[in-house]
């Protein structure tokens, strides 16, 4: 059992190097720490629902550097941001700014959770009534209807 473990560790290790292989050397933890930050808030414009981070994709190991190389320029997280942007659009940023021309990214959930209950109640409305209760000389008159049909039937 034993050997069995270590040869499972000895399997995984080729795993480890994928996952740690998107780290950079950074002199300050800080800067290290705002990088990861950065990866992990911008999105990678091929896999579109992957960050930098987590991306193989080549397009997002070139952003990975480019990112870098802006932070190892001394640019702020504002000015990587804006950079991206200006090539990718705001596709690249998970968290799109608030403006007229994203208002419906941002207000779409509300209209259709909105229209939803709309339809919920139209629906509702529409449902048929359950029948009262027939009164006594309602259910004689069926009765003798029933009888007659009967008859006629015979």
Same mark, same amino acid.
């Given at each position: 059992?034993?050997?069995?473990?270590?040869?499972?560790?000895?399997?995984?290790?080729?795993?480890?190097?994928?996952?740690?292989?998107?780290?950079?050397?950074?002199?300050?933890?800080?800067?290290?720490?705002?990088?990861?930050?950065?990866?992990?808030?911008?999105?990678?414009?091929?896999?579109?629902?992957?960050?930098?981070?987590?991306?193989?994709? =080549? +397009? /997002?190991?070139?952003?990975?550097?480019?990112?870098?190389?802006?932070?190892?320029?001394?640019? !702020?997280? *504002? %000015?990587?941001?804006?950079?991206?942007?200006?090539?990718?659009?705001?596709?690249?940023?998970?968290?799109?700014?608030?403006?007229?021309?994203?208002?419906?990214?941002?207000?779409?959930?509300?209209?259709?959770?909105?229209?939803?209950?709309?339809?919920?109640?139209?629906?509702?409305?529409?449902?048929?009534? =359950? +029948? /009262?209760?027939?009164?006594?000389?309602?259910?004689a008159r069926l009765e003798a209807l029933k009888? !007659?049909? *009967? %008859?006629?039937?015979?």
């Amino acid at each position: 059992m034993k050997h069995c473990l270590w040869l499972l560790c000895l399997i995984a290790l080729p795993s480890w190097s994928v996952i740690d292989g998107h780290k950079y050397p950074f002199q300050d933890p800080e800067d290290a720490a705002r990088f990861e930050q950065l990866a992990e808030d911008l999105r990678c414009p091929k896999c579109q629902n992957q960050n930098l981070a987590d991306s193989n994709a =080549p +397009v /997002a190991a070139d952003l990975r550097d480019k990112v870098y190389e802006l932070m190892q320029e001394g640019k !702020s997280d *504002d %000015e990587v941001v804006t950079y991206l942007v200006d090539r990718y659009g705001d596709f690249v940023r998970y968290k799109p700014p608030f403006r007229l021309d994203t208002l419906l990214l941002w207000g779409g959930p509300a209209l259709l959770l909105l229209f939803g209950i709309l339809l919920l109640a139209l629906l509702r409305r529409q449902q048929v009534q =359950p +029948v /009262a209760e027939l009164s006594a000389e309602e259910r004689a008159r069926l009765e003798a209807l029933k009888s !007659s049909l *009967d %008859e006629e039937n015979k």
